[in-house]
Nanobody, 122 residues
Framework: VQLVESGGGLVQPGGSLRLSCAAS????????MAWARQFPGEGLEWLSG???????YYADSVKGRFTISRDNAKNTVYLQMNSLKPEDTAVYYC?????????????????WGQGTQVTVSS
């Protein structure tokens, strides 16, 4: 399993970014995928998840601002982030796992990518 995030960078408050996660090594369309982030010195915070059928879930902290989507033909999951705030500054990771049914729980994820830095600052 390989997960490679991209699309991070520096953006001004109120701006937008779209993160991508290219997946390989497993039957992507059958697996739930998620995005999480990590602040310096802290653990992962689950943000959003999407099942293979496209059903989506969001943490309250990002609901209405972030949108998760997937392209099963491209083995890629996306996170569209709008109305970004300085407190969104973190390293963002995508993850997946075997047989996920409780998509909001971090302990169900077996694999995470290397992360991509998002910095929101003027």
């Amino acid at each position: 399993v390989q997960l490679v995030e991209s699309g991070g960078g520096l953006v001004q408050p109120g701006g937008s970014l779209r993160l991508s996660c290219a997946a390989s090594g497993f039957a992507f369309s059958r697996y739930a995928m998620a995005w999480a982030r990590q602040f310096p010195g802290e653990g992962l915070e689950w943000l959003s998840g999407i099942y293979g059928d496209g059903t989506t879930y969001y943490a309250d902290s990002v609901k209405g601002r972030f949108t998760i989507s997937r392209d099963n033909a491209k083995n890629t999951v996306y996170l569209q982030m709008n109305s970004l705030k300085p407190e969104d500054t973190a390293v963002y990771y995508c993850g997946t796992g075997h047989g996920i049914t409780t998509i909001r729980r971090l302990d169900v994820y077996d694999y995470w990518g290397q992360g991509t830095q998002v910095t929101v600052s003027s």
